[in-house]
């Protein structure tokens, strides 16, 4: 859930890394809560498809009314989504243009299916070794010392420390 929260607090962020744990946790709780608010519209689509088809437009409303909280809730994780992907393109080294061009070649039949699989691949790929022009790696490995997010954090809670320390 923390992967879940981290990408939805930097929404809007195109800068930095995305370790695959974030981009495919993230995924995963994308996927859970769509599921989620699918079950309202399977409630009405299944049994209007037992029955033959709507009967009257008060099904048809209902059937329209059943899909808005997936629609909203997909334009809500639209640009958290955008930029964990990005961020996952610049974990493995390539750049984040790379996956908008995918996303438009992903229009076209057949490219699209090729674009798909690329974007699969990049997104289980290991991240680049050491830093990269989009930032330290965020697991640490290659990186300089003191240069990772975490330790950035480790640091800067040990100086905190220090400080609190000499105050006594």
């Known amino acids: 859930m923390k992967w879940y929260i981290k990408c939805i607090r930097q929404y809007a962020d195109f800068k930095g890394r995305a370790r695959r744990e974030e981009y495919w946790m ?3 709780f994308n996927f859970l809560i769509s599921m989620v608010l699918l079950i309202p519209f399977f409630l009405v689509v299944i049994p209007t498809a037992l029955d033959g088809g709507y009967s009257d437009n008060s099904e048809g409303y209902t059937f329209i009314l059943a899909l808005v909280p997936v629609i909203l809730y997909g334009l809500f994780i639209l640009l958290p989504n955008l930029a964990v992907c990005v961020r996952r393109f610049h974990d493995t080294g390539k750049s984040g243009w790379l996956y908008f ?3 438009v070649a992903g229009q076209i039949p057949y490219i699209g299916f090729i674009a798909s699989i690329y974007s699969l691949v990049v997104c289980c790929t290991d991240s680049q070794y050491g830093e ?12 300089k010392k003191g240069n990772t997010p975490a330790e950035k954090e480790e640091f800067s809670e040990w100086d905190t420390d220090s ?4 105050k006594l």
């Not at 990269?132 to 990186?143: A, H, I, R, T, V």
């Not at 400080?163 to 000499?166: D, F, K, L, Q």
């Open 26 to 28: 993230f995924t995963l």
């Open 132 to 143: 990269n022009k989009w930032g330290p790696n965020p697991k640490g490995l290659g990186n």
């Open 163 to 166: 400080e609190e320390e000499a």
């Open 101 to 103: 061009v995918l996303c």
